[in-house]
């Protein structure tokens, strides 16, 4: 049984790149979760997805961040014209329904903005 | 707002005693609260969780308590192990599956 799969595991771009991570969830998990986190720092909520719809965005910054989870193919989070601020690890969480159910995480990936 | 408080940044503690992690809220109507742990480069892991309705439950070598009058969850681990080492994250859904986060205690395990 695969768990969470996020790939890349590291991604580095210049500022004014965009940035692509994406997020795979476990088998049979239709709730995608997004969260970011700063070093030595808790994660912070950004978006609560379920197949093709948003939600919850209430910590997704209002511009240059957006997200989706396609009908098919793996959770998008996307984010343009990256800023050094946007350095962080980002993860992926995926739980079976949207009933106070475990959250499982992904590994994350490391965003490094230059 | 919501918040969630770690009274102690970083833990240490000689292997085979007991740890206890705590946690302060400040949002009453939460009814679903989790303990994570995150070693080093890798993504939070579920440890145990609770629910309102409850104040103690136990699993594996761990134990979480829930205070609902003072608004404060615990975590104990009993006879800690080197491999316990890790950030150690509280966590309550706000709603709908919206999880807050604690800053995170450092648990350090001596031999």
């Known amino acids: 049984n695969a768990g969470v799969m996020q790939n890349p595991r590291h991604l580095v771009r210049r500022r004014g790149q965009e940035a692509r991570l994406r997020c795979s969830p476990m088998?049979?998990?239709?709730?995608v979760y997004w969260y970011r986190q700063l070093p030595e720092e808790g994660l912070k909520f950004m978006v609560y997805l379920q197949k093709e719809n948003i939600i919850d965005e209430s910590g997704m910054p209002k511009e240059r961040f957006s997200a989706e989870f396609p009908k098919e193919g793996p959770s998008i989070l996307r984010i343009q014209q990256v800023v050094r601020g946007d350095s962080a690890a980002y993860f992926c969480?995926?739980?079976?329904?949207?009933?106070?159910?475990?959250?499982?995480f992904g590994p994350g990936t490391r965003l490094t903005v230059l | 707002g919501e918040s969630v408080g770690l009274h102690l940044p970083t833990l240490s503690v000689q292997e085979g005693d007991n740890s206890i992690i705590n946690c302060a809220y400040s949002n009453s109507a939460s009814d679903y609260f989790i303990w994570y742990k995150q070693e080093s480069g890798k993504g939070p892991q579920f440890i145990i969780d609770?629910?309102?309705?409850?104040d103690k439950r136990q699993g594996q070598r761990v134990t979480v308590l829930l205070n609902k009058t003072v608004k404060h969850l615990s975590l104990q681990i009993a006879a800690t192990q080197p491999g316990d080492s890790a950030v150690y994250f509280c966590a309550f859904d706000s709603g709908y599956n919206k999880l807050i986060f604690g800053a995170g205690t450092r648990l350090a395990v001596h031999p």
């Open positions: 969480a995926s739980s079976f329904t949207g009933d106070h159910n475990e959250q499982f």
């Open positions: 088998k049979g998990h239709s709730h």
């Open positions: 609770i629910r309102s309705n409850m």
